[in-house]
């Protein structure tokens, strides 16, 4: 007697579990595997649990499921992004021709990172651009490491031709901007963007979710953050360029921390033994708040000025 497939595999016991469904969720932690799983749900009753809703598929999806997870535990990932068109010439493509890709190549772009020996690395303020947030600068990569690695993924190997050959090493990049969006990519003496991708809640959850040792540190700065904190976050950095405490030789780039913001100013005002003088001070901490009662994001923060060993600290903290 033939059997559907639905009884097949609910007689197969899947490496001790009843159903096809059991086993793919026994499995979901994986997010290649729930990146197959979306495809085929996404339209699913939300009432309905993950096993359920697989074991209520026809037959023939069930068995494309399978054959999906079954080739990935055994062959790994064999990426399937979207692939640009077929040109009629064989010339290298150029730059323009190239479309920025998005999150799901970001994946194979921290595996990359991984690959090269980048793993756990902070985020790297001194270099931080302007209109970044958070900036993470992998220096001095070895130009053929970079193809060897790139080559290895389909999504990343379309983008060879922006390497230059003649240059023996590459920086790469990843980072989130002020505008609330995600960027990554090569840099040269300038930022060459490989993919871009506007941040949501859920983007920042999935971020959050990345198992990836290259993502570990990007993680723990966006996990107690929600949209809404970081684009403000954003816009008190965008902000904060046309404030001017008074002259000072030097100031440091921003740097976040524990939902605080921090600016240092060295120089500012009249220092004896090391010590700011209390009017200056005053003076400083009153010009900052009377500056920040001026922006639509004063009312959710608190504010804070700490002077120490000749630098001026104006501290923005999230409520």
């Known amino acids: 007697m033939i059997k559907k497939y639905i009884e097949f595999i609910n007689e197969g016991h899947f490496n001790g579990f009843n159903s096809l469904g059991e086993w793919v969720e026994s499995l979901i932690d994986d997010s290649y595997i729930q990146n197959i799983i979306t495809r085929y749900t996404k339209g699913s009753d939300l009432s309905i649990d993950l096993s359920n809703a697989i074991n209520v598929l026809d037959d023939k999806e069930q068995q494309e499921i399978k054959a999906q997870i079954d080739h990935y535990l055994e062959n790994g990932i064999e990426e399937k992004e979207p692939q640009l068109l077929a040109s009629t010439d064989l010339e290298p493509l150029t730059e323009s021709e190239i479309s920025v890709a998005g999150k799901g190549i970001f994946t194979s772009f921290l595996k990359s990172l991984t690959g090269l020996g980048h793993k756990e690395s902070q985020p790297n303020w001194e270099r931080c651009p302007e209109s970044f947030l958070l900036y993470y600068h992998f220096s001095n990569i070895q130009s053929e490491d970079l193809k060897q690695i790139f080559s290895r993924f389909k999504s990343l190997s379309r983008y060879l031709d922006l390497v230059d050959y003649q240059k023996n090493e590459v920086d790469l990049y990843f ?3 002020c505008d609330g969006n995600f960027e990554y990519g090569l840099h040269y003496n300038a930022p060459t963007p490989l993919g871009q ?6 983007v920042i959850k999935w971020i959050c979710q990345i198992e990836s040792k290259s993502a570990s540190s990007l993680k723990k700065e966006l996990v107690n953050l929600t949209l809404s904190d970081v684009l403000t976050f954003g816009k008190i950095k965008t902000d904060m360029l046309t404030f001017n405490p008074g002259y000072h030789e030097k100031k440091l780039t921003p740097i976040i921390k524990d939902r605080v913001i921090s600016f240092g100013y060295y120089g500012i005002g009249r220092w004896d033994n090391g010590k700011l003088d209390e009017g200056e001070y ?20 608190l504010i804070s000025v700490n002077p120490m060993s000749f630098w001026v600290y104006l501290n923005i903290k999230l409520k």
């Open 282 to 301: 005053l003076n400083i901490k009153n010009n900052f708040t009377t500056w920040l009662l001026s922006k639509k994001w004063a009312g959710k923060v």
């Open 175 to 177: 980072g989130v901007k």
């Open 197 to 202: 991708f506007k941040l949501s809640q859920s």
